[in-house]
């Protein structure tokens, strides 16, 4: 089986963020690999990576990054493939790996979600391999029914809470 999704985090330290993107794309049975690549400390491999990413059959690329969160962008500078960032929140809440990872040049994208929104990346990378798999665009349509399910459930359960001045339509 070749993977269609990396998961690329540029330290270990990323793995309980990343380790949601792996979860689901598991739940959604999309072949992903996952690998520690720094673009500080190993910008070689990181190159190596980017420019054979496409020949291996990877169609989406996830990267996190904290502190500098340089691997994004550095991988979507040696690749055409989609780039799906991930800023992590080690230093300044989060926000200096927001602002590197979403501010990229033009021509340079890098599709970017939230601080440690390792799902919602994986999600991304769903929806856009699920453009030409019909089998996949079934079964991540199915989760989203769930979501809304879920919701529906919890609506009806809140009308069970009880206050002296909530009224319930």
């Known amino acids: ?11 270990t330290s990323d793995l309980p963020i990343l380790k949601k993107a792996a979860d689901f794309l598991n739940s959604m049975e999309v072949p992903f690999e996952m690998n520690a690549l720094s673009a500080h400390r190993t910008p070689l491999e990181v190159e190596q990576f980017a420019r054979g990413a496409k ?20 991988i979507a500078a040696m ?15 989060g926000m200096d790996a927001l602002y590197s990872i979403v501010q990229m040049p033009p021509g340079i994208s890098v599709a970017t979600v939230g601080i440690n929104a390792g799902m919602n990346a994986a ?10 798999d019909p089998e996949l665009a079934k079964r991540f349509e199915n989760y989203r029914s769930t979501l ?16 002296d001045f909530k009224i319930d339509r």
Do not use: C, F, H, W
Not at 88 to 93: F, G, H, K
């Open 55 to 74: 020949e291996r059959g990877i169609k989406v690329i996830i990267a996190a990054a904290g502190m500098a969160a340089a691997l994004p962008g550095v």
């Open 148 to 163: 809304a399910n879920k919701i529906v459930k919890a609506n009806e359960e809140l009308k069970d809470v009880k206050y």
């Open 1 to 11: 089986m070749t993977p269609t999704v990396s998961i690329i985090m540029g330290s």
């Open 123 to 132: 999600v991304t990378a769903v929806q856009i391999l699920a453009l030409s």
């Open 79 to 93: 690749t055409s493939l989609p780039v799906i960032g991930i800023p992590i929140n080690s230093t300044l809440s």
